[in-house]
T-cell receptor, first 109, second 115 residues
């Protein structure tokens, strides 16, 4: 039931792009994306809703494919500050988040 | 700063001792969630409150764990007779409710180490 993220890890140089995928085995109605730096709490990035509505970060974009039950996070022109572990989360009927397996992103100068 | 605070930030204890963590959510948010996160894993749900009512507990929450949210304000999570397997980051999240369009705001977490 836990969403599966791919890839597990990404290494980038500053300025390069990356795509992180989140796939669920059940129907998705919304997907939340968070970034977590080592030893810190997850920080909200964005929410995607069924139907394409988005709420969140200005410099990060994402897509939501209802048929594939998948969401993708697009990081363009990456900066050093983008380093961290990215989690997708899907809310259940009580709005608790079921977090994905995580993708570790490292950006080097 | 998300507006959610947790204390203490770090706690080191010996096996068998009791520990208590506190979470102060955003004042107008009526929902509060507790999650636990172990190294390399995503946060896992433990329990949540709607105002002062505890509405759901995960099977991860053994009978050594208890949580309260008196008067629907701050919340405490107590672990009795700690075990080494309890070592983790304990996160609370504050949530306005009202549907899937609203994000959860996480506190900085309490890192528990059981020796």
């Amino acid at each position: 039931q836990q969403p599966v993220q791919s890839p597990q890890a990404v290494i980038l140089r500053e300025g390069e792009d990356a795509v992180i995928n989140c796939s669920s085995s059940k129907a998705l109605y919304s997907v939340h994306w968070y970034r977590q730096k080592h030893g810190e709490a997850p920080v909200f990035l964005m929410i995607l809703l069924k139907g394409g509505e988005q709420k969140g970060h200005e410099k990060i974009s994402a897509s939501f494919n209802e048929k594939k039950q998948q969401s993708s996070l697009y990081l363009t022109a990456s900066q050093l500050s983008y380093s961290g572990t990215y989690f997708c989360g899907t809310p259940d009927n009580t709005d608790k988040l079921i977090f994905g397996t995580g993708t570790r992103l490292q950006v080097f100068p | 700063d998300t507006g959610v605070s947790q204390n203490p930030r770090h706690k080191i204890t010996k096996r068998g001792q009791n520990v208590t963590f506190r979470c102060d959510p955003i004042s107008e948010h009526n929902r509060l969630y507790w999650y636990r996160q172990t190294l390399g894993q995503g946060p896992e749900f433990l329990t949540y409150f709607q105002n002062e009512a505890q509405l759901e507990k995960s099977r991860l929450l053994s009978d050594r764990f208890s949580a309260e949210r008196p008067k629907g304000s701050f919340s405490t999570l107590e672990i009795q007779r700690t075990e080494q397997g309890d070592s983790a980051m304990y996160l609370c999240a504050s949530y306005r409710g009202g549907g899937m369009y609203n994000e959860q705001f996480f506190g900085p977490g309490t890192r528990l180490t059981v020796l």
